[in-house]
């Protein structure tokens, strides 16, 4: 089963599964949002759009996820908004040109997609100089054995999520971005807030 089927089976329910445990996860790192008045923001793989209520009112965002039906839900919270925009994509094939977005936030995205490091490049890519990217997701550290996870990632990476990633080298292959911040959020740092920066002249 494609992640694109599976996650048009759990649209209905994903909110139920997912909401309670990172409402506040998800609000904490979007206060990272604040004086981006005027900035264009992208949020790869928005899913039913459980980041929409904490992003602050001032810059334009776009959204964008690979599943209609995840999208569908998404779109009954921007009733009241005509700062967001949604539309299907994929976050390994981004459809924008280079340099397009102040800043990007990947909630929950990169231990998702097939390929981890490609959709950290094309986020580099469509990234303006100096902008930043808010990640909140889970990975292993390096060296980290965590044979559980390993081994449940066999099972759940075809339909859900993945939960052997490790962060550190998908970050080495992106010669422009810097981290700037790295802290545990959940499960004893499993989850974590990343915040990388993209460098100015270079290309």
């Not at 990975?139 to 066999?154: E, K, M, N, V």
């Not at 545990?184 to 807030?193: C, D, M, S, V």
Request: net charge positive.
């Amino acid at each position: 089963m494609s992640l694109k089927h599976s996650y048009t089976f759990l649209a209905p329910i994903y909110d139920y599964l997912v909401e309670p445990a990172f409402a506040d996860l998800r609000r904490k790192n979007l206060s990272h949002l604040k004086h981006a008045e005027n900035k264009d923001i992208l949020l790869t793989g928005i899913g039913t759009g459980l980041d929409i209520p904490w992003l602050p009112q001032g810059p334009r965002y776009t959204g964008i996820d690979l599943t209609p039906a995840m999208l569908a839900r998404a779109r009954k919270q921007t009733a009241d908004r005509n700062d967001i925009e949604l539309e299907v994509g994929d976050a390994m094939q981004l459809p924008f040109d280079n340099e397009r977005f102040d800043a990007i936030i990947m909630h929950l995205i990169l231990a998702v997609v097939p390929d981890s490091l490609r959709a950290l490049q094309e986020a580099q890519r469509v990234l303006r100089p100096g902008g930043r990217i808010l990640i909140l997701d889970k990975f292993l550290r390096p060296g980290q054995w965590a044979l559980s996870r390993r081994l449940l990632s066999i099972f759940l990476r075809h339909i859900a999520t993945r939960t052997d990633v490790v962060f550190e080298p998908l970050l080495a292959q992106c010669p422009q971005l810097t981290l700037i911040r790295d802290e545990p959020a959940l499960a004893k740092g499993w989850f974590r807030y990343i915040e990388l920066h993209k460098e100015t002249g270079r290309r």
